[in-house]
């Protein structure tokens, strides 16, 4: 259960080439390398497609048709943040627009991440200010209630930590917590370095099933084919 | 509930140049110039990024899997109308296609706002004619059952009463009553006319705590920061 | 219920003209022509715009967060088939990425269409490999339950037996069953010749009230006119 | 579009012969005896099973999280009436419980339809009070905002008038307009009084086939029975 | 894609004794006979608890809105029968009622199970004719198009092929198919008679670690314990 | 993130009399007590309504389909615990039927809230074990995968610290944390022990107008009586 009421001003952030090297690698082989952990769910999609980040996580809760602490967590932001926005319950409100991507794009953030609505995607567009949420949506939020920012916060179904890192990209969000973002760095370019060389023997029309070697263990699972 | 099979052909539109003048200062700001009411639901989306306008309703009713009343609605439509169409039921059938959207626009309508599916959504786009929907769909629909044109409907959650105007982009859906567009106009300009001030200061860096006086009230309400 | 660990490697194709043909005709039309039957569920969504294929399924069916079986499909794809994957249980997880996708191409395939989540959504467009899935998830899956290939599946909704031709674009996938391939491309192209008049017609300011001579059924059903 | 912060103190109520006489009928009856209109969606479920109520509506309009309008409605109830109760936008929280109910009661209410959620329904439920609501949930709410009561408003999708007569029981919540109380009154006993014939053939074996002379309509429309 | 304007009239039954015979077991146990497949979407509730019912397949295709067929598939029902219904496109429609349920109570019939709605359910439940479905709902349908009898449909995302055995209760349906209704009834009860001697373990404290000897693949697969 | 494969035996268990005495007070008020946080998602649904209980938090990590760890779990319940279940992605399978129930009771357990599905309904009902879950499905699961107990869970969207207490009730699922449990406790009895006065004066027609002395802020924010 949350604390509110406060905001945390240190925070310890992920190490920095990691959470800048992360964005190249794309969520989906992120979280892969973490063992197929860390994914917020599906339903957080970009509002506009292309866009590819990484960076340290600075958290916000938020109350549902309040958007008054987005203001709050603007001044914790630093070069290379990425802001996660949690609601205290399900809300699709457009908590963010054109006016705070400015401030908050002057603050260094790469992106925000909201569990909730955002509008003015047209100009956010045009601003290059990515944002993943799952509503787009014009209704406007009041400034009446405290929430809390840089505590833990819940966003789309993950525990996100004020410092881990954030990847998104077309397929969706992941964080990588802070203590692992370099070993999950390692382990990412390790895994894409093989991808170059599968990549050309399957256009080559190489099978996977002799590639990774799976014919005999679908064999020995049963698997029977009839002419 | 709804008086069914009858067409009213004489309504009261909006003030037409309140009816044009909206579209500029688009869904979310017009929202906010209302005081945040007249917003459809946020399943409504729109078939292709972009599009902006602004018009008069006129609305139509339908059943189910059955758009004959499209074509009855069509023959009401002015120059600078939008159709806003609710069925008496959830679906999500492609009741509109290029043929109709050849016919309304060749009537004068801006765009269609459904509370159900539409189809042939790549030609729609290549003839800029917007449309709002909660699906995309190829199920066709019957020509059986009467419905009404220009009675009040409710579509998406919202009440819209014949002669209303009609916001739409990117970020939704707003309807502006035809009693008050005219002052809507008047308080979402002035709304506006704000924004760029504040817009430059927020990009130089000032932030929202301080232009807004935010500071105070947020230690009243007992905001704590922590080292 | 389905038959399970079983690869059927002969299945009758559909005529490969009409398979071939029926991409041109798009979803809408084909739906129509066979009597408004045959469409998976809307939810079914591409991950780019503008793809319009036709050719025939070749079928795989998949246990939740297990693709095993994508690659046992591989292998019986051929030129101008079109894969359909369905799962034993709902799951959003990205079963298919850039890897799978080199592969499926280079053995001819023309799509994917999945009753779950795909991911290297951003590389998949650019290789020009339309996927239509209900879903965009970084999640990835594990190699270790059998499933089968070329049976029949139920894919959003729909039953598809291989061999069938699917037609997929922007409005949504139908599925024609394989013997009727050719009756419904004949319907098809009947349908679509009469629609450039019509749209002419309605482009100069006709009414479809007139064109189609509703007034009468519409009169005759009770529809009233209120001034 | 609402009209915001009035309370109507006179409405016109429908005929309350009528309004009294169609919760023996049942939603579903009277639903069929309007011409199968005027149905609130069917999320809209009964806390506890059993309820068959009808009476007088009285509306409310709320918001989001916010349940102050509860207890001006409150003062507006006059006996053999139903508070119908909107929101201005999506939202599950507990709007009402054992107080209000108490309240309510106290006043003469019947019933709570409300698109929304509530808590206590143990009590609820010992109290014979019984709510139709598209939730349940000890999620509170605050008292800050005003709505309006005795407006027109949309509760879960269908227009409800100040004095129109609701009729809801297991099956769901029926909206008859106070003008049509009596003519559905009529038209609704009418039809129940044939069903007893009918019941009693359908339990002697006869088919509905025969009994509604449906074979010959049936083969016009072309079945084909294949042995 | 389905047949339409068929009644199949002669179909093969399961074996009698193993359609009779399953209900005992309940569908979770029969589910893991089967190998956890056959379930029907989880979104298949019954009307009322306590029923647990078996029984062979009669099939019946109906269209949105419309229940037409379920008259024609009155005829076809034989002593120990459960109907199951599939419409051809998403509907929450109340197919069903109290007439429909005299005519198949009388008929034979032992249950419902519809992807669809149905209405009357206190008289469903005061009759004992118990139905799954996926809503309730006042909603009626017309009698206009046809569909057809006895023909493989798909409810629920299941492929259920006439004569297959259904088992239905609390916890949901579960379809098996006729040739395989005698192995599994032996399987379910080899599966069920092994319980109590479980249930009396548990009961008695032992755990399911030390009963299931899972101490060591836990320890093999890494589980560490933290004091 | 989660930490995967391991067992926390010794935690920090809240107050026992607090953790025992929440359960008189219900989780309506209990939210309430805690200022409105706390609760988990309204989809959360008692299997069958009438239970109220209270106890210390044990939490388990699931995957998908996997339900090994809950032999794990059961382990570690002591007397007057309740068992919370997350899982690592959205899935509804039956994780839970009366054996594992058996045992939990056997150790102590008072109930189980799960995000996902249970089984064996009506003999849990028997048992009077009672489960919230956001579903109830006969899919069972399979024992292969590592996860985690008594490790911070996010379960239906709260965050809950194994030693938290879990308040549960037909209204929904409330999680307090061991910290403030005796705090809230105070605080929930303060609140109920006015309510038997205010209901007395309500059940005797005294408005909650007139008791909370809400008409003069009423006028004040500009509300309207219109006769």
Chains 1, 2, 3, 4, 5, 6 share one sequence.
Not at 18 to 44: F, Y
Request: charged share 20%; hydrophobic share 45%.
């Amino acid at each position: 259960m949350y604390e509110l009421g406060v905001v945390y001003r240190n925070i310890t952030r992920a190490d920095r080439a990691a959470a800048d090297g992360l964005a190249a690698l794309g969520s989906a082989t992120v979280h892969e390398a973490m063992g197929r952990v860390g994914l917020l769910k599906p339903c957080m999609r970009p509002i506009y497609t292309g866009a590819q980040v990484s960076g340290t996580a600075v958290t916000v809760l938020l109350h549902p048709g309040d958007n008054w602490m987005m203001h709050v967590v603007a001044e914790q932001i630093r070069d290379g943040d990425i802001v996660v926005a949690a609601v205290t319950a399900e809300c699709t409100d457009g908590y963010f627009g054109d006016l705070l991507a400015t401030s908050f794009q002057a603050r260094g953030a790469r992106a925000l991440i909201i569990d909730a609505g955002v509008r003015d995607v047209k100009t956010l567009t045009e601003m290059n200010f990515p944002v993943w949420s799952k509503a787009i949506s014009s209704k406007g939020t009041i400034k009446a209630t405290l929430g809390s920012v840089n505590i833990p916060v819940v966003c789309a179904g993950m525990l996100v930590t004020p410092g881990d890192v954030i990847v998104a990209d077309d397929d969706g969000v992941v964080c990588v917590p802070y203590a692992r973002a370099l070993a999950t760095l390692d382990a990412a370019r390790k895994r894409e370095s093989l991808e170059g060389e599968k990549r050309a023997k399957l256009a080559a029309g190489v099978l996977g099933l002799d590639m990774y070697k799976m014919r005999e263990p679908l064999s020995a699972a049963g698997l029977k084919y009839i002419d």
